[in-house]
């Protein structure tokens, strides 16, 4: 994960993304003794209100839309990746009986695994998009941290999971407006949204922390499988 994060931020320097920018890796470990990174602090907070505001959502969908502008060949350190935090597959613990699991979350798991996303370019993905990894002055993104499950994909990967992260934070009107942010800043529509908050909605713990989040999560959810 600290090289991913590393190739992550020699990518966003290359293309002059707003992200931290790397000061020096010891990725062998050779000077500190175990594997090792150092990058720029950067401005703002990632502090997130409970009432954000309209220009915020649409500021978080425009930022990742300028990520996904990248279109970078899968390698080691940054590779394909075909669901957000991909370090975790919450989804496959159910499946193997290492998790509890719901009706909706089996069902929607089932419906998931019959469908397939529409090709499309790959694109370079910041693989962990939440609130808490964006760097703010009031509605404007000074950058995105925490680059450790970057990698390559479609950008619903992204998309979905910043949607279900509002959803959880600010109620259910607030992913549609991270969606007209990344359409706009884009210039196109985005692909397979139903899918992807899919996708994001199942890559979760059968219980969220805070418990107020199971039931948003579940209705984000819900609304996914209705569009599919």
């Known amino acids: 994960m600290i090289a991913t994060n590393v190739a992550a931020l020699l990518m ?17 470990g050779q000077t500190a003794g175990v594997p090792a990174s150092v990058e720029t602090a950067v401005p703002g907070s990632s502090a997130w209100p409970a009432r954000v505001g309209v220009d915020r959502l649409r500021a978080a969908g425009a930022a990742i839309a300028r990520v996904h502008r990248i279109t970078p060949a899968p390698s080691g350190h940054l590779p394909v990746r075909a669901r957000p935090i991909a370090v975790d597959d919450f989804a496959r613990e159910r499946r193997l009986g290492s998790m509890p699991t719901t009706p909706l979350l089996e ?7 019959g469908v397939r996303a529409t090709p499309g370019p790959r694109v370079f993905v910041h693989g962990d998009v939440w609130p808490g990894n964006m760097m703010w002055t009031g509605s404007d993104c ?21 949607r279900k992260q509002v959803a959880l934070a600010n109620g259910e009107d607030a992913p549609r407006y991270v969606l007209e942010g ?37 209705k984000f959810l819900r609304a996914a499988l209705a569009r599919l």
């Open 12 to 28: 966003a320097d290359r293309h002059s993304l707003p992200a931290p920018r790397l000061l020096g890796a010891d990725l062998g």
């Open 107 to 113: 069902r929607a798991d089932a419906l998931i695994h």
């Open 142 to 162: 000074r950058a995105s941290i925490d680059w450790k499950t970057a990698g390559v994909g479609s950008p619903g990967v992204d998309l979905g999971e910043l």
């Open 182 to 218: 990344w359409e706009r800043g884009s210039g196109t529509r985005a692909p397979d949204v139903a899918y992807w908050d899919a996708v994001a909605a199942l890559n979760t713990p059968t219980e969220c922390d805070p418990p107020a989040h199971t039931s948003r999560r579940d």
